[in-house]
């Protein structure tokens, strides 16, 4: 075995090895910012209906 396939094998393996920890670091990150995204849209959704509420509240009043 020469010097040029142990180095290219090794190059290889240690390639392999940072992308799946890249891949896993990425579907970690993917994972809590789709978690975010749903949190932000329960809240938005939360905050307009009681901006509905309030306004229901106040066309009452004023009527």
Do not use: P
């Not at 290219?8 to 992308?19: D, G, H, R, V």
């Not at 799946?20 to 329960?42: E, H, P, T």
Request: proline share 0%; net charge positive.
């Amino acid at each position: 075995m020469n010097l040029v396939d142990y180095f290219t094998k090794n190059s290889c393996k240690s390639l392999k090895i940072a992308f799946l920890r890249a891949s896993g670091f990425y579907v970690i990150f993917l994972m809590l910012f789709i978690c975010l995204f749903f949190l932000m849209a329960k809240f938005i959704a939360h905050v307009a209906l009681s901006i509905k509420k309030l306004s229901n509240i106040l066309k009452k009043v004023s009527n």
